[in-house]
């Protein structure tokens, strides 16, 4: 009934679990059911009689971690190195290994001495917390037989998009250098940096390249007169075509530039302007004029056209009551991840492992972080108390951000310019991001932070299985260098695993590290192919 | 400061610390189960490639910092992979497409501001006798994309008239600096 779950891995039971199941199979695990309980957190535990306080059988002890027998009933203490009374259990009384710490709802193993796990057992659990939650499942939606009809199959020509090689073909000739294809400056036409970085990077984009490069767009613009608008996309069909031309010498974005603006009159001006504004311009342009050829679909996230296609994935967001759990959960598209860079967000570790992290000792700020951040519970504002449907009053809430679905091409969006309208300035952050080359974004995703919100109990969580794999690899980075007012772009970009510097007209190479130690501003990953 | 208030005192904070260890140890346990949960189920993320990935980091930026090492000199003054140079100002001549002019590369973007009729320079200036061409230009407005002015002016005028843009912009082909 459950999906693939490829995020985790089925831990391997000890004997003694084993020889349990064999013995008595889920007799125990359903008997415990009626004796468990879930608070709003989603932390499960055996109820707490208010007359009745457990104690161990042994030394009749009620603190620590205690023990509930799954055969007998009997609850011991594990209080190591004092005393190991639920080890003494097991020894009395043959065949009694397996019990169930009753706080945490977790089995254990009293010869092993350790916790242990078992699908059947977190199933048990999940079935008995769903009886319990209100109609919405407090956000989780659980596997059942038809889940697939909500996954996102990536339509077969996108994912020609991702196959260089028939590309290569299709050019036809050599490069006639020992650089690779595509390497070309672009003249900066008077304070255009802003414009020719992100150029680079979407020149650069697979899926995008390949898309222009094998003459998808058909222009079905049938310009009556030269006093049309011109058809931004084949203007953008030049630039491809005259980047990936084989000459060397930089190109000017002339007629790009006037297209754009054409386009986006209100954001035609001779001034510098934010990258990522011109980012989001250019894929808003592309996507308009697909529209127009196509009748216009309800929400961008099954949009056909090629930015959406690309860049668009969908986050989700959580809004829970702290009093009774009841989760309210909307999707939205995007087209990129924007990323606060917060001075202690190293502060913010979930429990997801991060216990020795080096970065804490050197106060630096990293993608994971942000990310954790941009993930983390989030207490809404006391002042402003939300109406909770199960509770029928206002209540505290808590907000959750987490990715249902990865987009092919990710882009982050470094906020490193802040506008404060209370002062009216604005001010740019200069503080350094350490970004990796590779990155695996399995721990951002909405099944893993859903899981998260359920104890990481072994259960189909939608959203699990999907077409598109977690692993993305960094390919341009737009950076920004200067002041607020007066600075200056590069992208850097990385073919056949070598890094070159685009300022404007200049094409250099240039080492890892260069890039490494860069300040990112747009960092752009594609999905690693298998 | 009496000695029965004293033992009471002691008691009672004795108390209350062991209280608080009792519920300290249940915090820690809680956290260490977690942790436990997720290492065995393998949903800790690779904590190795990070770390790796985080020293790398660390040696680039001291490298990049280090005056000796640095190789990047500023960059308007290099040779490109493709062993050219070029000038800090982009000097490729082409033509204007609102206009038709030959304009240099560098210089487009200032040029085509003015051109197109953007930006606050170019708003400002046709204010002045906006009315007085306005009227002059009235006439035009009917006449066809090739009319009898000159090339620049007529295509000019017809491609301003893109919604928002006012009809002050005809101006600016009279009013326009070289």
């Known amino acids: 009934m459950s999906g693939r779950n490829p995020t985790y891995t089925n831990p391997e039971p000890c004997k003694h679990l084993a020889d349990y199941k064999l013995k008595y199979g889920f007799s125990g695990y359903n008997s415990l059911q009626k004796s468990l309980n879930t608070n709003p957190n989603g932390r499960t535990a055996m109820n707490r009689s208010q007359s009745n306080i457990p104690r161990c059988s042994f030394c009749s002890a009620h603190q620590g971690r205690l023990y509930f027998c799954l055969i007998c009933s009997s609850v011991s203490c594990c209080l190591v190195p004092d005393s190991n009374h639920a080890l003494l259990h097991s020894q009395t009384e043959i065949g009694h290994e397996i019990a169930v710490d009753m706080e945490r709802a977790e089995l254990f193993c009293c010869v092993c001495c350790d916790q242990v796990y078992d699908p059947d057992f977190d199933k048990a659990v999940m079935f008995k917390k769903i009886l319990e939650m209100p109609r919405n499942n407090n956000g989780a939606e659980v596997c059942k037989e038809k889940c697939n009809k909500r996954r996102k199959v990536i339509p077969k020509s996108l994912k020609d998009y991702m196959n260089v090689n028939d590309l290569v073909l299709k050019m036809g000739r050599e490069p006639n250098s020992c650089f690779p294809w595509g390497l070309r400056g672009l003249s900066n036409l008077g304070n255009t940096c802003f414009m020719n970085s992100v150029l680079q990077a979407l020149l650069h984009a697979p899926p995008l390249r390949n898309y222009f490069l094998t003459d998808r767009h058909r222009c079905r613009t049938s310009r009556k007169s030269l006093l049309d608008k011109p058809c931004l996309r084949c203007d953008i069909n030049d630039i491809f075509s005259a980047v990936y031309s084989g000459v060397p010498s930089p190109f000017s974005p002339a007629r790009f530039l006037y297209s754009w603006w054409r386009h986006s009159p209100n954001l035609a001006s001779y001034e510098q302007q934010d990258a990522h504004e011109f980012f989001i311009s250019m894929l808003d342009q592309i996507h308009e004029k697909e529209e127009q050829t196509r009748s216009p679909l309800k929400d961008n996230s099954d949009c056909q056209c090629i930015a959406h296609m690309v860049f668009s994935g969908v986050l989700r967001s959580d809004v829970t009551c702290t009093t009774c759990g009841f989760t309210s959960t909307t999707y939205d598209p995007c087209v990129d991840i924007p990323l606060d860079l917060d001075p202690s967000d190293h502060f913010s570790k979930n429990v997801t492992g991060k216990s020795t992290n080096p970065s804490e000792e050197e106060d630096i700020s990293t993608l994971g972080g942000c990310l954790d951040l941009f993930t983390r519970p989030e207490k809404l504002d006391s002042d402003l108390k939300l109406y909770c449907q199960q509770c029928q009053v206002r209540r505290d809430f808590v907000k959750q951000m987490s990715i249902r679905r990865l987009p092919l091409v990710l882009c982050f969006h470094i906020k490193r310019f802040e506008h404060s309208p209370i002062r009216k300035m604005s001010k740019k952050i200069d503080r350094f991001l350490q970004f990796p080359f590779t990155f695996d974004m399995t721990p951002y995703l909405s099944s893993s932070i859903v899981r998260n919100r359920f104890e990481n109990r072994i259960f189909a969580f939608e959203g699990d299985e999907s077409d598109i794999s977690t692993e993305f690899e960094v390919f341009a980075v737009v950076t920004h260098s200067g002041k607020l007012e007066s600075g200056h772009y590069v992208t850097y970009l990385r073919l056949r695993n070598q890094w070159y510097k685009c300022d404007d007209a200049w094409i250099t190479q240039v080492s890892d590290r260069v890039v490494r130690a860069s300040q990112g501003y747009l960092i752009y990953y594609v999905q690693k192919m298998p | ?178």
């Open chain 2, 1 to 178: 400061m009496s000695a029965p208030n004293d033992d009471n005192a002691s008691a009672h904070s004795q108390l209350s610390s062991h209280f608080f260890a009792g519920l300290l140890d249940s915090i820690i346990v809680d956290v260490a189960s977690e942790c436990h949960r997720i290492a065995r189920l393998g949903l800790d993320r690779n904590l190795e490639e990070e770390e790796e990935e985080l020293r790398l980091s660390t040696q680039a930026r001291v490298m990049v910092a280090d005056p000796s090492n640095s190789g990047e000199a500023n960059s308007k003054y290099v040779v490109d992979i493709f062993g050219q140079t070029h000038p800090a100002i982009a000097n490729e001549i082409f033509d204007c497409m609102n206009c038709g002019r030959a304009i240099m590369a560098g210089r487009f973007a200032p040029h085509l501001e003015k051109c197109m009729g953007k930006g606050r320079k170019a708003r400002l200036k046709t204010t002045r006798s906006s009315t007085a061409a306005q009227n002059r230009y009235s006439r035009s407005s009917s006449v066809s994309a090739y009319s009898p002015y000159s090339n620049s002016h007529s295509v000019n005028q017809a491609v301003n008239g893109t919604p928002g843009v006012t009809g002050e912009d005809y101006t600016e082909c009279t009013f326009e600096e070289t």
